[in-house]
């Protein structure tokens, strides 16, 4: 499901229009963003939560040349789903 499916079946679910749909959709990721670049944690109680954890650098191999390459450490998002989607999945 692409961001344009999600809006329409967000629409209908909601009874909202489509506009409004893609507002709320937008809202959300905005407001996610904005609070994982903070370092803050989102949780979504049944749904799941995301948080950023930082990767330290580490060396890799160049697949293509084997050649030893330095990969720069960086901050990941993780989504850690909750116990009622993981239900609803299986």
Known sequence: MNKAQLIDAVAAKA?????????AIDAFIGVT?????KGDR???V???S????KRSAR?????RT????KI????????KPGAELTAMVK
């Open 15 to 23: 009874g909202l229009t489509k506009v409004d749909a893609k507002k």
């Open 33 to 37: 963003a904005g609070a994982l670049k």
């Open 42 to 44: 989102l949780a979504l």
């Open 46 to 48: 049944g749904f799941g």
């Open 50 to 53: 995301f948080s950023v954890t």
């Open 59 to 63: 060396t890799g191999r160049n697949p």
């Open 66 to 69: 084997g050649a030893t390459i």
């Open 72 to 79: 720069a450490a960086k901050k990941v998002v993780r989504f």
